[in-house]
């Protein structure tokens, strides 16, 4: 298995600001992923986090709204810019390792609201 | 392309009766499935994964699955909820594209468990 710290754990942000939130594995990872989960929805895959190189973005998903870093194997963040009201979700990173039953681990999340 | 759709927004059960999740999934081949619960204001955590080995699967928390070709489902029972039980959960389907390992989540059914 594999624990992930996520930090902020929450956050009350202003319109226009930006917030870069961390992601930190106990482990080495293959695969990390940011998620997003609005409030009562389900979880949307925002982007894989590629090691060394830029992120791949899901559909509805780019990288100036979301910039993306991943620098090692159990390291990553992901910054919410220019954040408007409707950016006021709940943010999870998740990993696992390729070549196993796909199995990911999640963070706790980081709740950001945005005024 | 694979999906999961999950049959119920909300189930409400007595502590003590079983509880049954439904869910169906759609996939052009044989697919990886999975239960994740995520309790208030916690992280995901994994129930069960079936990944094309034994049709019943057994979970964490006495919680099994039972994977039915046939019908395309992957329904969640429990022969007796605990009110530790109430939580959201989540029917995800594994989708590999290249060298990633992505899920794809369902829309969540909410379990509540009363006395």
């Known amino acids: 298995s594999a624990v992930i710290s996520q930090k902020p754990s929450r956050d009350i942000c202003q319109r226009g600001t930006s917030l870069t939130i961390q992601c930190q594995v106990d482990?080495?990872?293959?695969?990390m992923f940011w998620y997003r989960q609005q409030p009562g929805q389900s979880l949307t895959l925002i982007a894989t986090?590629?090691?060394?190189?830029?992120?791949?973005?899901e559909s509805g998903f780019v990288i100036d709204k979301f910039p993306i870093s991943r620098p090692n194997l159990t390291f990553s963040t992901l910054t919410v810019s220019n954040m408007s009201p409707e950016d006021s979700s709940i943010y999870l990173c998740?990993?696992?390792?390729?070549?196993?039953?796909?199995?990911?681990?999640f963070g706790e999340g980081s709740r950001l609201t945005v005024l | 392309a694979q999906s999961v759709t999950q049959l119920d927004s909300h189930v409400s059960v007595s502590e003590g009766t079983p509880v049954l999740l439904r869910c169906n999934y759609s996939?052009?081949?044989?697919?990886?499935l999975f239960w994740y619960v995520q309790h208030p204001n916690k992280g995901l955590q994994l129930l069960l994964k079936?990944?094309?080995?034994?049709?019943l699967v057994k979970g964490i928390n006495g919680f099994e699955a039972e994977f039915k070709k046939s019908e395309t489902s992957f329904h969640l029972t429990k022969p007796s909820a605990h009110m530790s039980d109430a939580a959201e959960y989540f029917c995800?389907?594994?989708?590999?594209?290249?060298?990633?390992?992505?899920?794809?989540f369902g829309t969540g059914t909410r379990l509540q468990v009363t006395l």
């Open positions: 996939s052009s081949y044989s697919p990886s």
């Open positions: 995800v389907v594994r989708r590999n594209t290249g060298t990633a390992s992505k899920l794809t």
């Open positions: 482990s080495q990872v293959t695969m």
């Open positions: 998740s990993a696992g390792r390729w070549g196993n039953t796909g199995e990911l681990f």
């Open positions: 079936y990944t094309s080995a034994a049709t």
């Open positions: 986090a590629n090691q060394g190189s830029e992120a791949t973005y």
